[in-house]
């Protein structure tokens, strides 16, 4: 006999912050993406949809999803230490943090606070480019060049990129050098293979997508997957997520307004994956 509804265990719920990060000065092509956080927001909590997840999830009901606003940011200063201290806050207090950039480069300051929550920890890279350059134009902390810095200080143990379809020698050999587990666009129907058996922090850059779903990014970059594909992989990877980012969307790009809604269908789904993972 199955178990009735109200025998079946409630699914743990944990509380999620949204963090924006309004950073670009680490672009190499066009800044951005540093107004995107506020324009996420509004598509997410737009009256025109609901809150509702394909999952189930009232996002935006119950209390789970908090705003943590804004990390407050001198474009001409380091700006690392600021987002790593926001990011730590938000760990603290005992929520999981879902950052809003930005571009890729804040996803390492972001990893420095999350490691020390969780001493084991996999990445779940989505993307068009690897970023791991060791230096692109003379710069170290390019956005280019965050999962090099991340993987060199060892803040995961394991990275699996998807979606890459922007390979070239040195970035091949990096890929080597870190161990990492690369699912280029030609290979993507292995994305359907990843499990993790420890916890995942997820990083989706918006040019994961094909430009046909997502024109509002600096990096356009062809041949990419649907917003179907991305949230198949977001919704049914096994593993516990523990935090993610959403980065890249620039809204400068996006004059009809699509993309916004794409960053904000995805940092829905994703909110939700983050609410209800258990490990």
């Known amino acids: 006999m199955s178990r009735s509804a109200a025998e079946t265990p409630p699914v743990r719920m944990h509380s999620v912050a949204l963090l924006g990060i309004p950073y670009d000065a680490a672009s190499s092509f066009l800044r951005g993406p540093a107004a995107a956080p506020p324009v996420i927001r509004a598509a997410l909590l737009s009256d025109s949809t609901n809150g509702w997840s394909e999952s189930g999830i009232d996002v935006r009901g119950g209390g ?14 380091d700006v690392r230490a600021p987002i790593e201290s926001a990011v730590q806050s938000i760990l603290g207090s005992g929520a999981r943090p879902l950052c809003l950039g930005g571009d890729h480069s804040v996803t390492y300051p972001v990893l420095r606070a999350v490691r020390r929550q969780y001493p084991r920890l996999s990445l779940l890279h989505l993307d068009a480019h690897s970023d791991l350059y060791d230096a692109f134009e003379g710069d170290r902390l390019s956005h280019a060049c965050p999962f090099a810095r991340i993987m060199e200080e060892r803040l995961a143990d394991r990275l699996v990129q998807v979606g890459i379809r922007t390979m ?30 420890t916890p995942v922090y997820v990083s989706v850059d918006i040019d994961v997508l094909d430009p046909a779903f997502a024109p509002g990014v600096s990096h356009r970059e062809p041949g ?11 919704r049914r990877t096994p593993g516990d997520f523990i935090g993610g980012d959403v980065v890249e969307f620039n809204p400068a790009q996006d004059p009809t307004g699509v993309t916004a809604w794409v960053a904000a269908k995805i940092v829905r789904e994703l909110a939700a994956r983050l609410m209800t993972a258990t490990p």
């Open 64 to 77: 789970a999803l908090r705003d943590a606003g804004d990390v407050a940011l001198d474009q001409g200063s």
């Open 168 to 197: 070239n020698p040195h970035l091949e050999a990096q890929a080597d050098r870190f161990g990492v587990e690369v699912i280029t666009m030609d290979d993507w129907d292995d994305a359907s293979e990843i499990s993790f058996d």
């Open 224 to 234: 990419g997957p649907s917003v179907r594909d991305v949230l198949r992989v977001l």
